[in-house]
């Protein structure tokens, strides 16, 4: 598998995709486009959160869907990892003690507004350098990243990936062209681009893709890189 460097050095450009990429004790990111997601990382997300406590928060707080909830602890139900879920800003207290946090899908700014006012961002910093996971799928996808498309415009990030936009149902809602408008606008951002029914780990300093393809796109120019390397 190729290092992030050896990746964005075919495209000439620098290895600062992935934050605190020399700490040693660097966590691992998720990223899922929507749709399905791919047995691959539901494995890998159950398997690391049963080594790391036994635990996995599920955020839900991107939906209004009423049985949001109940569909997300049956689908990540397992017999070895306990499921929470934290669906409004009065749950941020469960974020801690939890190695792995999940974010759901549904409106990114819905989940921006939720937890404006508390201090997730610093946890989450917190918990990535200290090896942590955090992942998401649509929605919780985009939040992952510095600035987030919403409708034909964007909005804040949590910015555990700084200098990024995350696009997400990539090739499915045809949305080349609103990440690429935001990424030409923005100075030394770099654009990722999701499809549906697929995903992407970030995990010392590699990146490996799943399900289908991801696109990288960088500068004025929104040059692009296929991830489908495995």
């Known amino acids: 598998m190729r290092t992030l460097a050896q990746l964005l050095g075919l495209l000439l450009i620098p290895a600062l995709f992935v934050p605190s990429l020399a700490n040693e004790k660097e966590g691992t990111i998720v990223l899922v486009g929507g749709g399905e997601i791919p047995p691959e990382i539901k494995a ?12 996995l928060l ?18 990540w139900q397992s017999d070895d990892v306990d499921i929470s879920i934290a669906h409004s800003s009065k749950d941020f207290s469960k974020f801690s003690g939890h190695r792995s946090v999940w ?7 819905k989940l921006y507004e939720t937890f404006k006012d508390t201090t997730i961002k610093s946890y989450l910093e917190e918990l990535y350098t200290s090896g942590g996971l955090i992942g998401g799928t649509s929605a919780g ?46 100075n030394n951002f770099f654009g990722i681009g999701i499809d ?22 960088k500068g004025e120019k929104c040059q692009t890189l296929s991830l489908k390397i495995m």
């Open 58 to 75: 599920i955020v839900t707080a991107a939906s209004s869907y009423p049985a949001v909830q109940e569909e997300q602890i049956s689908y």
């Open 141 to 186: 996808c985009s939040y992952i990243g510095e600035v987030m498309p919403y409708e034909e415009s964007s909005m804040y990030g949590i910015g555990l990936l700084k200098n990024t936009v995350i696009d997400q149902h990539f090739q499915k809602r045809n949305r080349f062209n609103r990440l690429q408008k935001i990424v030409s606008e923005k």
């Open 103 to 109: 974010f759901s899908g549904g409106d990114q700014k």
């Open 196 to 217: 549906e029914n697929s995903g992407i780990i970030i995990r010392n300093s590699t990146i490996k893709n799943f399900g289908g393809k991801a696109v990288i796109i």
């Open 44 to 55: 890998y997300v159950q398997q690391f959160s049963k080594d790391n406590g036994n635990k």
